[in-house]
T-cell receptor, first 115, second 113 residues
């Protein structure tokens, strides 16, 4: 009954380092998403994926890389972290078809601090 | 891009009071969703609305999909301390696999016992 899990929950890193945030879901949902949440901006979409090997940019993709080699995993990589990427990151998923396809299910978040 | 205007930004109320918040947009949405986020957690879906005019309840929560499809409101009756959190509206432009969600900036609710 894991649902959607993110790791790590908390991460402190330094400017210029590479960081990868992991996301794993057990529902076999086709769609997966990465959002960042900042005060005054709400939830902003970074990248999303409609299926394995299919990814697309969201509203704020610069500085981030994603991959989706398996349906259940959707890692987010900051190739060279910057202070402006200090944020809380949420992974989410939803089903492809059916009545309730608008409904996103969120992970618990990964709080990233870039020093 | 599309934007959702969510108001109020924050509310500080007494336990037992009713709460009302809303979202408006210049765009027409096919789906409206309301989420609640508690401190240190991810947003959790409260209510989903799929038809214009639809009124749906979930316990003390009631939400409506506006007739114009450009707005939605959420009411909480007889608030209790555990209602504290940030409430987000979200709209989906497309149906089914079409269209990602657009989120409002949230309404932060504080409840005084």
């Amino acid at each position: 009954d894991a649902g959607i899990t993110q790791s790590p929950r908390y991460k402190i890193t330094e400017t210029g380092r590479q960081v990868t945030l992991m996301c794993h879901q057990t529902w076999s949902h086709s769609y997966m998403f990465w959002y960042r949440q900042d005060l005054g901006h709400g939830l902003r979409l970074i990248y999303y994926s409609a299926a394995a090997d299919i990814t697309d940019k969201g509203e704020v993709p610069d500085g981030y890389v994603v991959s989706r080699s398996k349906t259940e995993n959707f890692p987010l990589t900051l190739e060279s972290a910057t202070r402006s990427q200090t944020s809380v990151y949420f992974c989410a998923s939803r089903a492809l078809s059916g009545v309730n396809t608008g409904e996103l299910f969120f992970g618990e978040g990964s709080r990233l601090t870039v020093l | 891009g599309q934007q959702l205007n969510q108001s109020p930004q924050s509310m500080f109320i007494q336990e037992g009071e009713d709460v009302s918040m809303n979202c408006t947009s210049s765009s027409i949405f096919n789906t409206w969703l309301w989420y609640k986020q508690e401190p240190g957690e991810g947003p959790v879906l409260l209510i989903a609305l799929y038809k214009a005019g639809e009124l749906t309840s979930n316990g003390r929560l009631t939400a409506q999909f506006g007739i114009t499809r450009k707005d939605s409101f959420l009411n909480i009756s007889a608030s209790i301390p555990s209602d504290v959190g940030i409430y987000f509206c979200a709209g989906q432009l497309g149906r089914g696999s079409q269209g990602n969600l657009i989120f409002g900036k949230g309404t932060k609710l504080s409840v005084k016992p």
